[in-house]
């Protein structure tokens, strides 16, 4: 791999290019935001989307700006690099390397753009060009702002970057196009544009939130690389708290289109003096809980930035606001001697008095726990068994004459079972046969391969009737509530559809549909409501009222909350933990957040391509495992606890997940197994000719783990 200064040394920038080439004052900001103000005209008014924000980046520090969906974080990082469109109002003040940028023409500031100040949005698929090559984008990128460079020393220039952001066979992968690569392959790409041109102010938004964790901490990590090879100030925009804990220097917490709590990042973790900043903070389940504690929904939704309330605009959601809260907004103000920790209350100092913590602050009650739970496993009802399930699917080609050129091992022999008033999690990364695993089961068709029970059941045993009576008991809640929904349906008719669908009475239904929405925490005058008048969050409860109607015994749960910003995650997962205990239901619950699973899960089942190489009880999982897999899964995840977060050692995985038309013989993982590659010629002979069977191993009694040379190794 070349060193930085090489990669970043391009040739000389014309002087007269005025702020393209500019370099930011000695010992200054690169970037001064004052005042800033942004508002878009809407059929109901002015929607004010920023509202007086004031910030400032060093060169090499790294502000995080979180919040919730809508709070403004995207739009005034937009405002920074001049990308609103014609409609946005604008005022402030917005000052890079000293010089003003409002006002600026498009032309100057595309000078400004690529080569002084980047941006890496959310989707890089959207942000890359089809029908382009990656390298080609990414010499583009060099070509369009390095006057007099060759195509040949572009290129050269684009493969040298590429490498650099840790694309494997750099040189070869330049020729592929956007859609060869994976999502962290993509974002990789982005960011090598990004830094292409040696900037100044790198501006990350959402940089990580569409990516599996193994993807993220490998982007975090790639950042944190950009942010050392340039010397750039970086802007990470998240609404995830865990995300920039160990990355940020600095935090800024928006609200309603303005900060309400800024301040060096373990001084905004360990000592918040916002009630919303805490309520964030006790939002995001923890990976290193040593017990377990309910999260804290910040209940209702932000407001209307059209018609914005009286005084403090976090005062209807405040579990501390009095009257004075509503009289006239607070503005920040520091909260330490030192001046840095701002908060925009007037009850900073009751936040800081109270030895509560977030849970106490905001009410929130311990659920109490199922009667199941003090019954041993072993004695519980079997209620979903599944015995070496298989799911392969052919690849063809031709089109008239379609022959079989391959197979997709989407599934490969999966083997577990839930038990009565258990949460089993399926966890691994995108393609590893999570959800194909589940949609075998939902069918209740005679699978391919192997046998599914439910209830004792066996589905291929099933007629038509049968199969009906079977599904009242099992019952799916979907990822995306609002695509599961009929927005045509008002709530009372999706609820009662699947009472209706299996011969309930009119009287009946009627009754059902209000006990519903009482038992998923809705208003019942909601039932008359359509599901765009809901938030996602209200929307999920309604798709888990649904679940609910008709009484099942096992709920699917097909990543129910990662689809949420965290605030909103927390309701609907304490419900789903209320539930549980209440009704005694089991969960099949998929996910990729290992620390959402470590909040709600009994047992936890890995997948990797399309098997399980490690299940067992979450508290052996978690605080000892042993596959190499599980490891770097779980090191992968951020805890929001800065200290901690610096000193954990990250596992990151080098390469995409192999292609399932054409699985690694022996070992399936051997290709980015970090063990594998320490071990001798003559021990790897094993891990390439023999694949390791699922076998009982560790400290639980049921931990069982598929891998030649497992050992425990602490990474949490």
Do not use: W
Not at 67 to 92: C, D, F, H, I
Not at 450 to 478: E, M, N, P, S
Not at 504 to 512: K, L, N, S
Request: glycine content about 8%; proline content about 8%.
């Amino acid at each position: 791999m070349s060193t930085s200064d090489d990669l970043l040394a391009g040739p000389s920038i014309d002087t007269e290019e005025s702020l393209a080439a500019g370099s930011p004052p000695p010992g200054g900001p690169v970037l001064q935001v004052d005042d800033l103000a942004v508002s878009f005209p809407s059929e109901a008014g002015r929607v004010r989307a920023v509202r007086g924000l004031t910030y400032d980046v060093a060169p090499g520090e790294v502000l995080g700006i979180v919040g919730e969906s809508g709070s403004g974080k995207s739009v005034s990082s937009l405002a920074v690099m001049g990308l609103l469109p014609p409609q946005a109002r604008v005022s402030g003040s917005i000052r890079f390397q000293g010089e003003e940028m409002i006002g600026r023409s498009d032309s100057s500031l595309s000078r400004i753009r690529g080569r002084r100040i980047s941006m890496i949005f959310q989707d890089p698929l959207s942000a890359l060009t089809p029908v382009y090559t990656v390298g080609g984008q990414v010499a583009e990128a060099l070509r369009t702002h390095t006057r007099g460079m060759s195509r040949a020393a572009a290129a050269t220039r684009a493969a040298e970057l590429l490498d650099l952001v840790g694309i494997p066979n750099a040189r070869a992968r330049a020729a592929s196009f956007p859609h060869e690569f994976s999502g962290g392959m993509r974002q990789r790409v982005v960011i090598a544009m990004a830094i292409a041109n040696d900037p100044d102010l790198i501006i990350a938004d959402e940089p990580t939130t569409a990516l599996d964790v193994t993807v993220q901490a490998q982007v975090l990590e790639v950042l944190a690389t950009a942010r050392e090879v340039t010397g750039a100030g970086i802007v990470v925009i998240t609404h995830d708290l865990g995300v920039v804990a160990g990355f940020a220097d600095r935090v800024m917490v928006m609200y309603a289109g303005r900060a309400v709590e800024t301040g060096p990042v373990d001084r905004i973790y360990y000592h918040p003096r916002m009630p919303y900043t805490l309520g964030l903070l006790g939002s995001i389940p923890r990976l290193d809980a040593e017990e377990k504690q309910p999260l804290v929904p910040i209940e209702g939704q932000p407001p209307s930035l059209v018609a914005l309330p009286p005084g403090c605009t976090f005062a209807p959601r405040c579990p501390l606001a009095i009257d004075a809260c509503r009289e006239a907004e607070p503005p920040l103000v520091a909260v330490d001697g030192t001046g840095e920790h701002t908060a925009a209350c007037i009850r900073t100092d009751e936040v800081a008095r109270s030895d509560a913590d977030a849970v106490e602050i905001f009410g929130v009650e311990v659920p109490a726990e199922s009667p199941l739970a003090a019954v041993p496993r072993e004695r519980r009802e079997v209620v979903l068994a599944v015995s070496d399930l298989q799911r392969h699917f052919p690849v063809t080609r031709g089109t008239v004459f379609r022959r079989r050129v391959g197979t997709v091992h989407a599934v490969d022999g999966v083997s577990f079972d839930v038990r009565q008033g258990e949460t089993l999690a399926l966890v691994g990364e995108s393609g590893c046969g999570k959800t194909t695993t589940l949609m075998e089961i939902l069918g209740l068709d005679v699978p391919q391969t192997g046998g599914i029970q439910v209830l004792g059941r066996d589905v291929a045993t099933l007629d038509r009737r049968a199969r009906k009576a079977v599904r009242r008991d099992l019952q799916v809640v979907f990822q995306d509530p609002m695509a599961s929904l009929d927005p045509r349906m008002p709530v009372s008719d999706i609820l009662a559809e699947p009472l209706s669908t299996h011969g309930v009475d009119a009287a009946t239904i009627r009754r059902r549909v209000p006990e519903l929405l009482d038992l998923v925490g809705l208003r019942r005058d909601h039932a008359s409501r359509y599901p765009a008048q809901f938030s996602g969050g209200q929307r999920q409860r309604i798709g888990i009222a649904r679940a609910l109607a008709l009484e099942p015994k096992v709920i699917v749960l097909d990543e129910p909350v990662s689809a949420l910003d965290v605030s909103i995650q927390a309701g609907v997962i304490n419900l789903l933990d209320e539930l549980k205990a209440r009704l005694g239901l089991a969960y099949l619950f998929v996910a990729h957040d290992l620390s959402v699973v470590r909040h709600i899960a009994d047992r936890v089942a890995v997948m990797y391509l399309g098997k399980i190489v490690e299940i067992g009880s979450v508290a052996d999982v978690f605080h000892a495992p042993l596959h190499p897999y599980t490891q770097a899964l779980l090191s992968a995840i951020p805890i929001p606890d800065p200290v901690k977060e610096r000193q954990r050692e990250r596992i990151l995985l080098t390469g995409d997940l192999p292609t399932p038309t054409d699985p690694p013989s022996g070992c399936r993982f051997r290709t980015r197994c970090f063990r594998y590659a320490a071990l001798s010629p003559k021990d790897q002979v094993g891990c390439r000719e023999v694949e390791p069977p699922l076998e009982q191993a560790g400290r639980g009694a049921d931990q069982q783990v598929a891998c030649h040379y497992a050992e425990e190794r602490e990474v949490v």
